[in-house]
Structures are given as C-alpha cells and as structure tokens.
C-alpha cells in the first residue's frame, strides 16, 4: 500500500518553531522530488518548499524564504520541513506531495502522491 504521511503540526506562538515530517509507505522517498504545500483558511493551496531528487535546489517560495528549511532524512524515509520564526499568515493546513519529475515545480498537477496534511496554528 503506497501512501505518504504529513505530520508534525500543532499550535506555535508568534516567532516560534516547529518541524513538519513527510513521511512514505510503500515507496522510497529518496526517488521522489518531495514538495511542501499549504493552503490557509479561505485561500487556495500554494506551493512552499521544494527537495528534487536531481542535483538542485531546494527552493523556497519567498514567503517563507530564510525562514523555512525543507531537508531530507533519507535513513528514515523521510522529508523534514523546519520552520522558524513563524508569523500568524503561516497559519494553513501542510501538505506534501512526491512526483517522479526530477526538478522542483509548483503545479500541482504533476504530484503522484499527497499526504493528508498537518494543521499548523501561529497564534499568541
């Protein structure tokens, strides 16, 4: 059964850290570019943090640019994403997505698998 994980979410106070895993079943994430999504409450879905599974990047949407690492954890499967500094826009649901492509891209479309996502609340 192929599935893929997003956990790691809860509530933060303004300035404060926290780390969102991705996780796979299944299937080998060190394959995949893994990308991270989020969408706030009344706004579409947007594209984040990108790891390819080629020799580039990781990107980072300029929204959480310097604020934002995504990392892989290859001997757990996984796909971290760190965050820092968090601010109340930062408030969404986190998803991540894994696609065969060997390059980062911000459509959504090309992602075979998504987690179910992780609430993430910046709030005091």
């Known amino acids: 059964d192929v599935q893929l994980q997003a956990s790691g979410g809860g509530l933060v106070q303004p300035g404060g850290s926290l780390s969102l895993s991705c996780s796979a079943s299944?299937?080998?994430?060190?394959?995949?570019?893994i990308a991270w999504f989020r969408q706030a409450p009344g706004r579409k879905r947007e594209w984040i943090s990108c790891t390819s599974n080629g020799n580039v990047g990781p990107f980072h949407a300029n929204s959480v640019k310097g604020r934002f690492t995504i990392f892989r954890d290859n001997a757990k499967n996984s796909v971290r994403l760190q965050m820092t500094n968090l601010k109340q826009d930062d408030t969404a649901v986190y998803y991540c997505a894994a696609t065969t492509l060997e390059y980062c891209v911000v459509e959504e479309h090309v992602y075979d698998y998504w987690g179910q996502g992780t609430l993430v609340t910046v709030s005091s």
């Open positions: 299944g299937f080998t994430l060190e394959a995949y570019s």
